[in-house]
């Protein structure tokens, strides 16, 4: 926290007649000071302690004041002021050493965020052994469940990459699709696989309880752009409520698909793969690769993959509303998504709010995740 503001707190609290509760910083000055003077990827006696990682995938234009992306918000409000090269990633990450938030911008799409998140796990700089990782990005999403705007906390990542592929214009006149899981016998084989090759992770479901209890009754920002779009779907009460919050599970492709019948194939493949315990709400393309790497770094003591949080909110939806084809509603929302605004304020704010009693009540959480 800057001077001004600690001045401005003391005042606060002397002025009600209250002891001020200033915590010391996390990261203080002397570590600061060494981890500066350590080059990235390389070795380092001094390290900066996190307790939250807050992982976005891109950003536009600049990191602050202008137009934002996923990365911005959590910049300028966070007061993320420390930035640390990191030319082994994407981008540079910005870090709060007040309270030990971390943020990274890993770039779009499963390859970009999996060696992002695996070369942040071994840089000598951070100690993450502890730390809370946030999956805080925009999404696709499906109007059974839900409306733009709103927030989806995941407990199953599914890979939608992974996977067998014949033409549909080739494909025998019983199926339902031409894409169908490696090793199965088709798109309507209901063997069960177990997802060997990283098709399915499965994240600590008390942590996602815990997380959605806290944040299910928030208000979450609406205007005009996106109730009008939402109102267009008819028959689809969840996609014309106001943005909410809510649980559902994430589908990562690199592949951005759009339309009634992939939403179908989206459903059915979430399904597949966590045996019909998931289901289906929010498209994106890195989730899988993310934490993938997590559990790599989990084994070696850098990371804790029960310690994962993946909250996505709705940009855009996965289908368009009845009475237009896909085509022209994907090429539309490629102009500019209606949900765009709403859905990065309710990232921030919904996963602000889970941040912040983090990193408040440390004394809580450092041993072990909420249950």
Not at 171 to 178: A, L, T
Request: with cysteine; hydrophobic share 45%; aromatic share 10%.
């Amino acid at each position: 926290m800057p001077a001004f503001a600690r001045l401005a707190t003391l005042a606060a609290a002397l002025l009600v007649g209250a002891a001020p509760a200033l915590a010391a910083p996390v990261a203080d000055y002397a570590t600061l000071a060494a981890v500066r003077a350590c080059a990235p990827a390389r070795p380092c006696t001094a390290k900066l302690p996190v307790r939250v990682v807050v992982v976005t995938m891109f950003e536009i234009g600049k990191d602050t004041g202008d137009k934002p992306g996923e990365f911005q918000l959590w910049k300028e409000r966070r007061h993320l002021t420390e930035t640390l090269p990191f030319p082994q990633g994407w981008h540079n990450l910005a870090y709060d050493p007040e309270t030990g938030v971390l943020a990274i911008v890993t770039g779009m799409g499963s390859i970009k965020s999996a060696t992002a998140a695996l070369a942040l796990g071994l840089d000598e700089r951070l100690d993450l052994s502890r730390a809370y990782w946030l999956v805080a990005g925009i999404a696709g999403i499906d109007p059974e469940d839900a409306s733009v705007g709103s927030a989806a906390w995941a407990h199953y990542l599914i890979d939608g990459d992974i996977a067998h592929e014949i033409d549909a214009r080739e494909i025998p006149k019983d199926w339902k699709s031409g894409y169908f899981a490696l090793h199965s016998k088709g798109p309507m084989d209901p063997t069960p696989l177990d997802p060997v090759n990283g098709e399915m992770f499965e994240l600590n479901p008390a942590l996602q309880d815990w997380a959605y209890a806290l944040t299910k009754d928030m208000a979450l920002p609406d205007d005009p752009r996106i109730a009008a779009a939402r109102m267009a779907f008819k028959g689809y009460p969840n996609a014309q409520k106001p943005p909410f919050v809510l649980k559902g599970d994430n589908l990562a492709a690199m592949t951005f698909w759009h339309g009634a019948k992939m939403t179908a194939w989206a459903n059915d493949w979430t399904s597949f793969w966590t045996r019909g315990k998931g289901a289906f709400v929010t498209s994106a393309m890195e989730e899988t690769g993310t934490f993938q790497s997590i559990e790599y770094l989990t084994k070696v003591g850098r990371a804790d993959r029960d310690r994962v949080l993946v909250l996505r909110a709705g940009s855009n939806f996965t289908m368009p509303p009845p009475g237009t084809d896909a085509a022209t509603y994907l090429l539309s929302e490629n102009q500019g998504y209606a949900g765009m605004t709403a859905a990065l304020e309710s990232l921030y704010r919904v996963g602000g709010k889970v941040v912040d009693e983090i990193v408040t009540h440390w004394d809580r959480y450092e041993k072990a995740p909420p249950k």
